[in-house]
């Protein structure tokens, strides 16, 4: 960001104070490569590929929230009706979705959760960024004996 400052001072000073062309043309060099860097990461992080990237991390997240949804019930006595309520309860609990997070801001960011009964189900809509298809990603359940906890994986369509 630096650059692009330096670079519309350098293009000031050499129209305005020195008149010189090479002053401007470093300016310009400057202000552009700003801008092809800030685009470069602008294209990415909405890209197909960093959706890809960042999908480790939102599985790890999700299990992280199973934790904090099931020490919510051990407190309230049931689970949350939704995961602002959760986030209400503990501000330390991450329930914006870091896929869907950078595409559609922070309003509509969240995991799908919805409580069923004495149950619930949670999810990430995946690289799609849809809902309820082949690449939605779930909570790594594989260490943790599943009928101890709400937890259900079905989908409610």
């Not at 000073?13 to 801008?35: E, P």
């Not at 602008?42 to 099931?70: A, C, G, H, W």
């Not at 995961?83 to 995991?111: C, R, T």
């Not at 906890?149 to 989908?155: A, M, N």
Request: hydrophobic residues 40%; glycine residues 8%.
């Amino acid at each position: 960001m630096v650059g692009g400052f330096v670079g519309i001072g350098l293009i000031a000073l050499g129209i305005f104070k020195y008149r010189d062309r090479k002053l401007i043309l470093i300016g310009v060099t400057a202000l552009m490569f700003t801008v092809v860097v800030y685009g470069s990461i602008f294209l990415y992080v909405n890209s197909v590929q960093f959706r890809k990237d960042v999908s480790p991390m939102s599985q790890q997240m999700e299990t992280s929230l199973i934790s904090k949804i099931e020490f919510y019930k051990s407190q309230k006595g049931q689970y949350p009706e939704t995961l602002e309520q959760l986030w209400a309860f503990d501000n330390f609990a991450e329930i914006n979705d870091p896929i869907m997070h950078v595409s559609h801001g922070p309003n509509g960011s969240k995991y799908y959760y919805t409580r069923i009964g004495d149950k619930y189900t949670l999810f990430s809509a995946g690289v799609d960024m849809t809902p309820i298809t082949a690449d939605d990603i779930f909570p790594l359940m594989k260490d943790l004996d599943t009928s101890k906890i709400g937890y259900i994986r079905e989908i409610q369509h």
